[in-house]
């Protein structure tokens, strides 16, 4: 059974960089179909979730357009680990943050494992 | 952008069916998943690819399609089944509805 479990501070400041890992277990993060992709989500307190961006096998990463010049997404296949960085973060990204597996193929895409996610708020 | 609409919240009474839409500019031509969620947990993928469910999902969820909208139903509701759900489909990226708050009255 896969399970996910993200990490990190649970509160960064304006201005600052928010860093996230998501540690994998029950599987080897290192794809081995290329119809699985690693993604974050996020969702506002109240709010609906919001994709953030993902990782596919090669290694290309995808992101949502208006965060793409603050987000880093990447894989550290030794560790096991998925990893979120958004820059220059403000009020508006404090969320609950989730990482999660992705199945996708052609048109055909569904989120078939989530962890548990993880507050992050930001304020000073 | 690719925009998914759903209704902000929808009551049904115990034992009743509960439908929820969700429509999107050529949404036919793509698949819908659906997801439930509880307050303070993450989601749970109770259908893909418009009408499959998950081995653990009970029968009384299914999903359907019609044109440009994507429906979940859930039929004899539960208690149980209040919750938030959100549709889902890939349109270049990965996107959500808006949500809808299932009340079980």
């Known amino acids: 059974q896969l399970q996910l479990q993200e990490s990190g501070p649970g509160l960064v400041t304006p201005s600052e960089t928010l860093s996230l890992t998501c540690a994998v277990s029950g599987d080897s993060i290192r794809i081995s179909h290329s119809y699985y992709f690693w993604s974050w989500i996020r969702q506002p307190p109240g709010k609906g979730l919001e994709w953030i961006g993902t990782?596919?096998?090669?290694?290309?990463?995808y992101s949502r357009p208006s965060l793409r010049s603050r987000v880093a997404i990447s894989v550290d296949t030794s560790k096991n680990q998925l990893s979120l960085k958004l820059r220059s973060v403000t009020a508006s990204d404090s969320a609950v943050y989730y990482c999660?597996?992705?199945?996708?193929?052609?048109?055909?895409?569904?989120?078939?494992?989530w962890g548990q996610g993880t507050l992050v708020t930001v304020s000073s | 952008s690719y925009d998914l609409t759903q209704p902000p919240s929808v009551s049904v009474s115990p034992g009743q069916t509960a439908t929820i839409n969700c429509s999107g500019d050529?949404?036919?031509?793509?698949?819908a998943s659906w997801y439930q969620q509880k307050p303070g947990q993450a989601p749970v993928l109770v259908i893909y690819?418009?009408?499959r469910r998950p081995s653990d999902i009970p029968e009384r969820f299914s999903g359907s399609t019609s044109g440009d909208t994507a429906t979940l139903t859930i039929s004899g509701t539960q208690a149980m089944d209040e919750a938030d759900y959100f549709c889902q489909a890939w349109a270049s990226t990965t996107v959500f509805g808006g949500g809808t708050r299932l009340t079980v009255l």
């Open positions: 690819r418009d009408v």
């Open positions: 990782i596919d096998y090669s290694g290309t990463t």
């Open positions: 999660a597996r992705e199945h996708r193929d052609g048109f055909n895409s569904y989120i078939d494992y």
């Open positions: 050529k949404l036919g031509d793509r698949y």
